[in-house]
């Protein structure tokens, strides 16, 4: 399965602190997505890092990708409490359409 | 910013009946998918769909589900007869040329009782 695993299941931190989440995947990509989904609702897309890239900064988030570990980490730094919400990584293996597999997903709960 | 559409947000229907899933694309996208999500599970893909033809399609999609782009806007799914096991979240997707993200709707929650 080329399914993710992220790490930790749930993660509670204060407003103010960073926060990071790790992904681990199984095979080959093309590139690997980061989606935030709020309770309830659809999946918004946060950020691509594409197989040849090690990092990659949008805003307050920052994703790194190590394609040897098959790894990546996204790092949202200065949290708020808007923040809470669950994240997925999702990885693009097949060169054709692209499809997505996803992660298990962190519950991230920001504490005001 | 565009978005993807989807209807209805809920969906419920009797075991055995047919349900159909809908779905508006962003406009300029070429490539549409649907996902399903089970309560508390995973994010699961069913099938994308390019140039009017099923590109890939998961062990879920089998001969219960199709999908359709029936005019320029429109792209649905059909679960011709439910099971208790099809209630799920049902996302649609769909994304531009290249190695462009895909932009998700906020889905159809499908009962089935």
């Known amino acids: 399965s080329q399914q993710g695993e992220e790490d930790p299941q749930a993660l509670s931190i204060q407003e103010g602190e960073n926060a990071t989440m790790n992904c681990s995947y199984k095979t080959s990509i093309n590139n690997l997505q980061w989606y935030r989904q709020n309770s309830g609702r659809g999946l918004v897309h946060l950020i691509l890092i594409r197989s040849n890239e090690r990092e990659k900064h949008s805003g307050r988030l920052r994703v790194t990708l190590d394609t040897s570990k098959k790894s990546s980490s996204l790092l949202i730094t200065a949290s708020r409490a808007a923040d809470t919400a669950s994240y997925f990584c999702a990885t693009d293996v097949s060169p054709g359409a692209n499809n997505l597999f996803f992660g298990t997903g962190t519950r991230l709960t920001v504490i005001p | 910013e565009p978005e993807v559409t989807q209807t209805p947000s809920h969906q419920v229907t009797q075991m055995g009946q047919e349900v159909i899933l809908r779905c508006v694309p962003i406009s300029n996208h070429l490539y549409f998918y649907w996902y399903r999500q089970i309560l508390g599970q995973k994010v699961e893909f069913l099938v994308s769909?390019?140039?009017?033809?099923?590109?890939?399609k998961s062990e879920i999609f089998d001969d219960q589900f199709s999908v359709e782009r029936p005019d320029g806007s429109n792209f649905t799914l059909k679960i011709r007869s439910t099971k208790l096991e099809d209630s799920a979240m049902y996302f649609c997707?769909?994304?531009?040329?290249?190695?462009?993200?895909?932009?998700f709707g906020d889905g159809t929650r499908l009962s089935i009782l």
């Open positions: 769909f390019y140039n009017n033809e099923i590109s890939e």
């Open positions: 997707a769909s994304r531009g040329q290249g190695g462009q993200p895909q932009h």
